[in-house]
């Protein structure tokens, strides 16, 4: 597990992540209780359990990057979840357990890229001296063949190094992977019996192979990859996957608040408590049976994030407020906001469309006058109409770039300035035009 302190968790946030210190410093301290809690001796790092938060704020200010990147920094099983999209059991839909579930698979794929890089070059030392064998059936020759088979060899071996014989065509055997479609539905999650199904049906029959016609290039690619599977021990995978999900992983549970209702007793809201109540055992540690095995969930860093527009944290139940002690309230963005989410973040907005457009050979000039009427423009149809927070900027950019990105082919070699006035020019009608703004941004 990686060691960053919290003021370093917090300046790689800001890479990427305009404001919201709060909101950074309480992920931050999470992320390094964990680290902590590897450190502390055994009777009690099981008690010691993870601080859940719960983010609040509107749409577009950053709860989902601020977990996303988190989970990036911490290489930990990652996985976001609308909480609407759950069902309490016994209602047709997916069930609270199917999270812990996916998390799982997540980290199975992981590990085993992760494994499977630590075996790439002998798994490609591999692949190579069994395309040979292809490239040169005859290769093993008699004895007395033996040292001529061998100069063949290494001439073809540097042929193929030189990439001399890419365009010539092989035949591969591959397993074909083609199951029929097995379809169970249960109480107990469909999904995983469906996936049990399969992997019985697979192995019940003799693995069916055929011969496919591919260029060198590729034949070494799916040759090196059939080695590298070969080479990884995937019982060491799954005991590392399930290990890293107990100890490591984050759930990001989205829209947390549209399962906050209480009151409402019929409609298709009937089960929204229900929701809670499932997820309470998960939440607080429960064991979740996987097709991996079984994962319990004690050590899982849960954040919750939610708009709470028309409910609050309160509404609840309590039991399950008591599992998030900690809750952030993240801020609205304004004009200053957009201008450096616009501009200083890694990834920024202007820093993409420049180098989308470099790639027809067009130079977008941005003038300082240019982003601050974006900005300016994007906090104004905020405020008019439904705020998205820095989603905004994105439906603003595209309106705004839509002629030069059309006639870009055609334009090889030419700057485009955008200041105030071209802004103006390419916004104007939307601003003086509410309704169009409304429909159209």
């Known amino acids: 597990m990686q060691s960053f302190t919290p ?111 630590k075996v790439e070059r002998k798994a490609e030392e591999m692949g190579e001296e069994r395309l040979l064998d292809l490239l040169l059936p005859h290769g093993r020759g008699a004895s007395k063949e033996g040292e001529e088979a061998k100069t063949t060899r290494e001439k073809l071996r540097k042929l193929l190094r030189q990439g001399k014989l890419d365009e010539k065509y092989v035949e591969v055997e591959v397993v074909d992977r083609n199951l029929p479609i097995v379809e169970i539905f249960s109480a107990s999650g469909m999904e995983e019996m469906d996936i049990n199904i399969k992997e019985m049906v697979g192995n019940l029959f003799p693995k069916k192979k055929k011969q496919r016609k591919v260029k060198v290039q590729e ?110 309230e993240l801020d609205s963005l304004g004009k200053e906001d957009f201008i450096r989410i616009l501009t200083e973040p890694e990834n920024a907005l202007i820093k993409q469309y420049m180098a989308l457009m470099e790639t027809e050979s067009v130079k977008l000039d941005y003038k300082e006058d240019g982003i601050a009427e974006i900005a300016g423009t994007a906090a104004l149809i905020n405020a008019r109409t439904e705020n998205i927070g820095a989603r905004r900027l994105y439906t603003i950019m595209e309106r705004l770039l839509d002629e030069i990105s059309f006639d870009a082919p055609e334009m090889t070699g030419k700057t485009m300035v955008i200041d105030a006035a071209y802004v103006k020019e390419k916004l104007g009608t939307f601003i003086e035009d509410e309704d169009l703004s409304r429909y159209i941004l």
């Open 7 to 117: 003021r370093e968790i917090v300046s790689e946030l800001d890479k990427y992540i305009v404001g919201q210190n709060n909101a950074k410093r309480s992920v931050a301290i999470a992320l390094r209780n964990r680290w902590r809690r590897q450190q502390v001796s055994d009777p009690l790092r099981d008690e010691i359990v993870p601080k859940n938060i719960i983010m609040i704020g509107p749409t577009g200010v950053g709860k989902t990057e601020i977990a996303r990147r988190l989970a990036k920094l911490a290489q930990a099983p990652f996985l976001k979840v609308e909480a609407s999209k759950f069902t309490e059991v016994g209602y047709v839909g997916r069930d609270v357990e199917s999270m812990v579930r996916d998390l799982t698979d997540q980290a199975v794929n992981m590990v085993k890229a992760e494994e499977s890089r």
């Open 219 to 328: 034949a070494l690619h799916i040759l090196s990859q059939e080695e590298a599977h070969k080479l990884v021990d995937m019982e060491a995978v799954i005991k590392q996957a399930i290990e890293r999900v107990e100890q490591a992983g984050i759930i990001f549970l989205d829209e947390i608040d549209k399962i906050a209702g209480r009151e409402s007793t019929h409609g298709p809201d009937v089960s929204r408590e229900g929701v809670q109540r499932d997820l309470l055992p998960i939440v607080e540690g429960t064991t979740v049976t996987t097709k991996y095995g079984l994962v319990r969930t004690d050590h899982v860093l849960f954040i919750a994030s939610g708009a709470f527009h028309v409910s609050k944290p309160s509404d609840l139940i309590p039991e399950l407020q008591g599992r998030f002690p900690i809750r952030v």
